[in-house]
Nanobody
Framework: QVQLVESGGGLVQPGGSLRLFCAAS????????MGWYRQAPGKERELVASIGGSTNYADSVKGRFTISRDDAKLTMTLQMNSLKPEDTAVYYC?????????????WGQGTQVTVSS
């Protein structure tokens, strides 16, 4: 069973930086797609960045956020720079695995990021 645990959230001023961490356990391989999603109050959960065969970013974070993973240590990070108030949300670590041709999604419990002066 895949388990994901996020850490690194907190309160930061606009223009500041934070680094989020995701510690994974279970049968995760380098072929499994992983990523970060976020959900702001009253909004749907949205993809922030994903990493697998390639990396992808939401337009709103391109040039400011960087996703990386270490498959040997089963960790994933999201470096967030030049943070804006609209980046405020709960950030979730995500992993997608395939079983018998069907995808299954795994989520962490989330970590709060608040950007405010």
């Amino acid at each position: 069973q895949v388990q994901l645990v996020e850490s690194g959230g907190g309160l930061v001023q606009p223009g500041g930086s934070l680094r989020l961490f995701c510690a994974a356990s279970g049968p995760i391989s380098r072929l499994d797609a992983m990523g970060w999603y976020r959900q702001a109050p009253g909004k749907e959960r949205e993809l922030v960045a994903s990493i697998g065969g390639s990396t992808n970013y939401a337009d709103s974070v391109k040039g400011r956020f960087t996703i990386s993973r270490d498959d040997a240590k089963l960790t994933m990070t999201l470096q967030m720079n030049s943070l804006k108030p609209e980046d405020t949300a709960v950030y979730y670590c995500h992993c997608q695995k395939w079983y018998d041709g069907a995808p299954r999604d795994f989520w962490g419990q989330g970590t709060q990021v608040t950007v405010s002066s």
